[in-house]
Structures are given as C-alpha cells and as structure tokens.
C-alpha cells in the first residue's frame, strides 16, 4: 500500500528524487524563513482560491499552476505547512480534488524534520527551481466531487450526514465567530453551528510534537462522539483548512469510505440567509 503520511527519514532518503516536489503551504509564507532544503513556498489562500469567485481553484487554474512549476501527472508531492500542517492537509485536498495521483504529508511537518536533526535553510532563493526546468504539460481532470460537498448538498440530506464541527468550543457553542482567535478571514454576521453537528476540535488528533496520533487514538476520539463509517461523513470549520485536516485523517488514517470536506464552511453559512444554525 501506498504510503501517504510520510516520515521524515522517507523524505530524507527521497527528497533528491528528480520528480519528486517538496511543497511549503503557508497562512502567510515568507522566503525568509526556516525551510525545508528545495522547498517550493506557496500562499494557501492566494494559491489555492480564485479570488474573484472565491471558490477553490478549478481544473484549467490548477493545470497552470501545475505547469508553471514543472510538475507533470505522474509527479510525487510532499506537502508540509504551518498550523500543525493543516495548511498542507488542505493543499492535499485540492491536489487530490483535481486527481493528481501521488500526494503525500510528512508527518509533523518542518517542526519534526528539524526535531530529527535534518537541513534547515534560513533563507531559501532557489526554490526547487533546480526541478523548474520547462513547464511541463499537465493533462486536467474532472474534479472528485466525491470528496467535495456544497451548503445545497447538506440542506438536502442534512439528516443523513453525520456531520463534524472541528473548530474551538467557543465557535461551537456560539460564542465566538473564530476571528477574534487570530485565524484570517471576513466577518461572520452569525455565531453558531450546523444544526446535529457533532463537536471535535481538530487539536485533539495532534501529538505534542506535531505528528498525528495513532490511528487506534485517533479511532476513540470519533467513537466517543458516536461517529463510524456507516454513515457519510461531513467535516467543516471556519475555511475547511482545519476540516481538511480531521478529513484527511479519517480518509487516509482510519480508511473510511464516505468523508467529504465542506469548504464553504461557517465562512459561507453563517452568511446565508435563512440558513438554520443551532446556538447556545
């Protein structure tokens, strides 16, 4: 079986690999900085989201930015990031909504890499450009919807999703809209959740040194919550950066068949009009 949640000793003894990209994805990234050696450097919101329809990018946007980097379809990814990789988590659920083939997470991201005694640069100029050569000539395709879900879908079938509410208690019970904790983004007009959300904060999955935990911890937490793989599975947030991250481990780490990321997110529906919250 393929291996998706990398460790660093994998990276290290494949990071010289001619096809292989290591991708920063950063909140707020700067070339000035403590980087992984070839590292690319990428914004996640200006990356990853048309900022004209503030919607992810869509197949043509993400062949451009496949091809002005000189990755082909049969590339290997490796994605890293900041917040605990959930910057990463959510690149690696835009790589695999436009199917690109192998996409991996290392595991603990820059934090470990360093921890495990392993290069750092400070300041990185030449990043991966030496992999950079020609564009290349990626072929799009059809996104997986499969993975994706739309605030129509859920008003739909709001009783047949079990559907999972990864902020901070405080956003969960209405107390707070998310961006007093700091976290970037627009105004939230309402507080609040989707009406039947269960309440997982994504902090809970993490190690302290930044690693997921087992899948067997892992495992307990949404079993505690009363949530399995008999259902299909919704995870949201504020952006669906920090959902992705609960998504991946539950598609990836525990192997569930149904999980959908919705990115739109408290972002989109705490915004709309007449929309049902439930509060405390």
């Not at 990071?15 to 992984?36: G, L, Q, R, W, Y």
């Not at 360093?114 to 564009?135: M, P, Q, R």
Request: with cysteine; net charge neutral.
């Amino acid at each position: 079986m393929e291996e998706i949640l990398v460790t660093t000793k994998w990276l290290a003894s494949n990071i010289d690999n001619p096809d292989t990209f290591v991708i920063e994805v950063n909140a707020k990234p700067s070339k000035i900085n403590e980087h992984i050696p070839g590292a690319l450097v990428w914004d996640l919101h200006k990356t990853f989201e048309d900022s004209h329809s503030l919607d992810v990018i869509n197949q043509f946007q993400f062949k451009d930015l496949m091809d002005k980097n000189g990755i082909s379809n049969t590339s290997t990814i490796v994605l890293y990031g900041d917040g605990d990789n959930r910057s990463a988590t959510f690149a690696f659920w835009v790589f695999k909504y436009h199917k690109h083939d192998t996409v991996k997470i290392l595991d603990g991201s820059i934090k470990k890499w360093k921890h495990d005694g392993n290069e750092i640069n400070i300041i990185n100029d030449n990043l991966s450009t030496k992999k950079i050569k020609n564009k290349s000539e990626y072929k799009a395709k059809t996104p997986d919807f499969s993975i994706r879900i739309t605030k129509d879908e859920i008003l739909e079938n709001i009783e047949n999703f079990s559907i999972i509410d990864v902020r901070t208690s405080d956003e969960f019970f209405g107390k707070s809209d998310g961006i007093s904790t700091g976290i970037e983004g627009d105004s939230i007009r309402r507080k609040g959740r989707i009406p039947g959300s269960k309440h997982l904060e994504w902090t809970q999955l993490l190690n302290k040194d930044g690693t997921f935990k087992s899948a067997d911890q892992i495992s307990k937490l949404f079993r505690r919550i009363n949530v399995s793989d008999s259902k299909k599975i919704v995870t949201y947030c504020r952006l669906g950066v920090r959902a992705s991250y609960v998504w991946f481990a539950l598609k990836y780490i525990l192997n569930f068949s149904e999980v959908k990321n919705y990115d739109g997110s408290w972002t989109e529906w705490g915004n709309s009009v007449g929309v049902p919250i439930e509060i405390d």
